[in-house]
């Protein structure tokens, strides 16, 4: 079984400096200067060029701001390149909260154009393996374990979650949910590729 840890995920960028590098890449991708688009999504043209330059931490409305100013999905912000499967813990996350800081939004995954998503609740008891044979090419499965502890993921190298935590995994190989406490529950979505 895989546990992936905060250990093995240090190499990657943070979380802001990700973000400021997305700002920058949609704001160059829309043709618009730091100036043009501060002004259009009505906020400070130095709070801008401090979040392109990872010192700043936007709130959600900041956020929303930018994206509407460039006719955007707020995700765009937060999207990371496709991985065959990825885990994101309870405490992790690109997270985004409001000014007053009472609601925190994270997003576990975006939505890809051409596919539908089919939303599941999951009652599952401990004792029996859930084995899934696989589904069409280009399935993707995200689950949001919201209670208890299960292993899931790829048959071959299933992954243990803990209450809170998120998993995605190309479901086109068998693939496993195995409820390690009673009650164990969690909410799947099935990402599936049209046509």
Same mark, same amino acid.
């Given at each position: 079984? !895989?546990?992936i840890?905060?250990? /093995?995920?240090a ?12 700002i920058?890449r949609? *704001?160059l ?9 501060a /002004? *259009?999504?009505?906020v400070? /043209? ?16 900041t ?11 707020v !995700? ?15 405490n ?5 909260? !409001?000014?007053?800081g009472?609601?925190a ?7 890809p154009?051409? &596919?539908r998503r089919d939303i599941y609740?999951?009652? &599952?008891?401990?004792?029996?393996? *859930? ?5 069409p090419?280009g399935?993707?499965?995200?689950v ?12 071959n190298?299933?992954?243990l ?5 998120y ?7 068998p693939h ?8 164990t !529950?969690? &909410? ?8």
């Amino acid at each position: 079984m !895989t546990d992936i840890t905060n250990d /093995k995920l240090a190499i990657h960028l943070s979380r802001i400096d990700q973000l400021a590098l997305s700002i920058r890449r949609e *704001r160059l991708a829309a043709g618009l200067s730091v100036t043009e688009l501060a /002004k *259009r999504a009505g906020v400070a /043209k130095s709070t801008l060029s401090q979040l392109e330059s990872g010192l700043g931490n936007p709130s959600i409305e900041t956020l929303w701001a930018l994206a509407m100013a460039m006719g955007l999905q707020v !995700t765009r912000f937060f999207e990371q390149p496709r991985q065959n499967t990825r885990v994101i813990r309870a405490n992790e996350g690109s997270t985004a909260y !409001t000014e007053n800081g009472n609601y925190a939004a994270t997003l576990l995954a975006d939505c890809p154009a051409g &596919v539908r998503r089919d939303i599941y609740r999951l009652e &599952v008891q401990p004792g029996a393996l *859930r084995q899934s044979l696989p589904h069409p090419p280009g399935t993707v499965e995200h689950v949001v374990l919201c209670s208890g502890s299960a292993n899931i993921g790829p048959a071959n190298e299933p992954v243990l979650l803990h209450a809170g935590d998120y998993i995605s995994y190309l479901a086109n190989a068998p693939h496993v949910f195995e409820a390690l406490e009673a009650d164990t !529950t969690a &909410v799947m979505v099935i990402e599936h590729p049209l046509g």
